[in-house]
């Protein structure tokens, strides 16, 4: 197992212990132990059904919404959940699908707008839909005005301090993981992408400066079967990918622009057999040109997979705290690190998760 599962998947008294997961963490998220405590609330779905105005008790949405304060959030069964419009989630919330099947999926999906202290553990997020303008239930019970949505899986907007782990996410009509105006000191670990265009986009805009400020971990993901770009494509920020592996692209894995720095760490990089090999793509411009800072440090590259790095002086460290620091395994370890990315399943043994 990886660092993080292994702080937490050896004990087979999870169930009793779920909110173990808070102190495994690394990363920018850091130790997510804001999210537990004595005044921890604990939420159990029963009802899978969705009212974006008025929810009901034991749905989802109540629980993200409506319920203040510290909520750990599991759910009673096996559950298909068709959001009607996208769900906003409140800071301090912990979704935690552990030991049951949970796919949102079919319209829309997950939104973490002016929040922090966010876990999303362990769901399934696909054939998500793009919304029209209206109004939703937000945090703290109150009904807030959307603008449109474009299709996204997860989409942080102005978030700090977000966990995003061992979910599978896939088939969305715009992309699965966007990180937007503002957003900053999020982990995203252990996830499987796949079957999707546009895959991940850290940054809002090219004219969105504040991203610069933006800090993102990618760690023990897997990107693919059939994935196209976006692997991710970073604007203005900082970005650490470490062990993550690659299963192919069309257009490119990991691109760029507006002047972001990203160290490209131990990653295991498989190109696709026809196609473009080459790992990396730079959006060149009149206003930024080609200056990013892009490195690539003890990647290995198989089928003729190549990263053409960028001429920055030095690699910029991610300079993590004591709390967020972990050590990046050499990559030949990469397929055994990500053998579990996604949604963990339930073996004949009730208390064991395997993938």
Known sequence: MNVIDRCWRPNHEWRRHRSQLATCSMGYAGKMINNIGNDLIRYKVTDSSDDPINPKPNTLRYGTSIIKGKVWITFQKDMLITLEKPLLISSF??????????????????????????????????????????????????????????????????????????????????????????????????????????????????????????????????????????????????????????????????????????????????????GNKEVAWIKKDDKSGDRLDFHSVNDMFENGASFTITKGERVQKPNYSKEQNFEVVDAKFVRSLTRSSGVLRLNKNPNILIN
């Open 93 to 274: 919330t912990t979704i935690d699908g552990r030991g049951v099947n949970v796919h949102i999926a079919n319209n829309a999906c997950l939104m973490i707008f002016k929040a922090t202290n966010i876990i999303i553990h362990n769901i399934q997020v696909h054939h998500c839909k793009p919304k029209p303008p209206g109004i939703v239930m937000g945090p703290e019970g109150k009904v807030i005005p959307l603008g449109h949505v474009d299709g996204d899986a997860i989409r942080l907007v102005t978030a700090s301090k977000i966990w995003i782990d061992h979910n599978t996410l896939y088939d969305c009509q715009d992309g699965l993981l966007d990180v937007t105006r503002g957003s900053t000191n999020v982990t995203i670990s252990n996830n499987w992408f796949k079957n999707q265009d546009k895959v991940m986009l850290l940054g809002h805009d090219d004219g969105y400066v504040r991203d610069k400020y933006m800090k993102v971990t990618l760690l023990y993901n897997h990107f693919g079967p059939n994935c196209n770009q976006r692997m991710p494509r970073i604007r203005h920020g900082y970005a650490h990918v470490a062990n993550n592996l690659y299963q192919g692209w069309l257009q490119y894995a990991i691109g760029g622009s507006m002047e972001p720095s990203l160290k490209s760490e131990a990653n295991l990089f498989v190109a696709p057999t026809i």
